[in-house]
């Protein structure tokens, strides 16, 4: 089968034939109808995320159909559209017993990270990570749920997002337009920042109540402005460079949560006087539960979510979603068509 190979940081990825893997025991074989591009793709190719695993094939954000099943599993699950679940924990150490998944002490494997994953024609995994799409979402507009949505749903959760608080999602991308929908569901009024217009617009017509526009004006005192010199109740960085990490610190209410969501080369530097006066919580939130990817699909089925999908590629045009990424020309994700 084609794959997309990644052979370390710094190096390009290259479009490579690579055997079909089989499904063993309980697991599924998943003919990849569309994968996104996260932008911690292109942390992958800086070496900024370094997980010292290569060669490997990218892609978490992975929707397809089921081929071929393993032993033990339902012969009636062929045919069917899924989205797979990136995590595969151990089920016995202290984080998974408690769903944590994401923060298994031993991993047996996470697609696209250290797994094989999406940019490719087929992906293999434990049948219990194959989550039944309905047909109302299609492969494209499924894609971003994997980890666009969830992580969202994941990081609202982290900051426990409530009722009549004031939200700042700092990085109009991917996962920021997942951030104002679900800070909203969760009755949060959302501030979103962000350099383009057009990703600031997208953002508004999600459901972001006010949007400022990082460079033209002090993004901090903004926030002060138009939350009545409250600040914000959470921040979530998706940005994460020095100014920006300075200006969420400057925003944050009494009792306000930062989270880490994204990350620059940048170091986070703030002296803890500041903190301690507002009783301000610094955090971060990674990946997310299998139960979160579940609710994720029943939002986004219900329409209470909707995912921005700039453009469609096949994956012979890899280049082109990752340049546009990284030239921050998307509005939302490219997703590759394998
Ligand atoms: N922790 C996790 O589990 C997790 C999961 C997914 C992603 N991530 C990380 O989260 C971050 C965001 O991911 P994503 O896929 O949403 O990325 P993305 O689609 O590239 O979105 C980030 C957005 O930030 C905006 N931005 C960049 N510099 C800015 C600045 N100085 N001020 C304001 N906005 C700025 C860019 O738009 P403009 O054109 O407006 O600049 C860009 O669209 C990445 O670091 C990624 O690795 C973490
Ligand atoms: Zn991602
Ligand atoms: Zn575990």
């Known amino acids: 089968m084609r794959a997309l190979r990644y052979h370390g940081p710094r190096k390009p990825l290259r479009l490579e034939n690579v055997p079909t893997p089989a499904p063993g025991p309980g697991e599924v074989l998943v003919r990849v109808a569309a994968a996104g591009i996260c932008h911690t793709e292109l942390h992958f190719l800086s070496g900024l995320l370094d997980l010292g695993i290569a060669p490997l094939t990218l892609g978490h954000e992975i929707v397809g159909r089921i081929e071929k099943v393993g032993a033990g599993v339902p012969a009636e699950r062929v045919g069917e559209r ?12 202290a984080h998974c017993l408690r769903g944590d998944e994401n923060l298994c002490d031993a991993l047996r494997a996470e697609y696209g990270f250290v797994t094989d994953g999406g940019f490719a024609e087929y992906v293999r995994a434990p049948a219990r990570n194959a989550i039944p799409l309905p047909a109302s979402v299609s492969d494209a507009a499924a894609a971003p749920i994997g980890c666009g949505v969830t992580t969202a749903l994941h990081a609202a959760r982290i900051a426990n997002v409530g009722l009549g608080d004031w939200v700042v999602v700092y990085g109009a991308g991917a996962v920021g337009f997942g951030l104002v929908q679900v800070a909203r569901l969760r009755g949060a009024r959302v501030i979103a920042v962000g350099r383009t217009p ?20 002090d993004v901090a005192a903004r926030v002060r402005e138009l939350t009545g010199g409250h600040g914000a109740d959470a921040v979530f960085e998706l940005v994460a460079t020095k100014e ?3 200006a969420s610190v400057k925003m944050l209410a009494k009792r306000g949560r930062l989270v880490f969501v994204g990350y620059s080369e940048d170091s986070f530097q703030v002296h803890p006087v500041q903190l301690v006066i507002g009783e301000q919580v610094v ?4 990946g997310n539960t299998l139960a979160e990817l579940r609710e994720a699909v029943d939002l986004v089925a219900a329409g209470r979510v909707k995912t921005v999908v700039d453009r469609t590629l096949p994956l ?14 998307l509005v939302g994700r490219a997703v590759l068509v394998p």
Do not use: N, P, Q, W
Not at 82 to 93: K, L, P, T
């Open 82 to 93: 899924a989205i797979v679940y990136y995590y595969v924990g151990c089920g016995s150490c």
């Open 198 to 217: 057009a990703k600031l617009e997208a953002a508004r017509a999600l459901g972001a109540e006010h949007v400022v526009r990082a460079g033209a004006e």
């Open 244 to 246: 920006t990490m300075a």
């Open 283 to 286: 955090t971060a939130s990674v």
């Open 316 to 329: 012979e045009r890899f280049e082109e979603g990752f340049a546009a990424l990284r030239d921050g020309r």
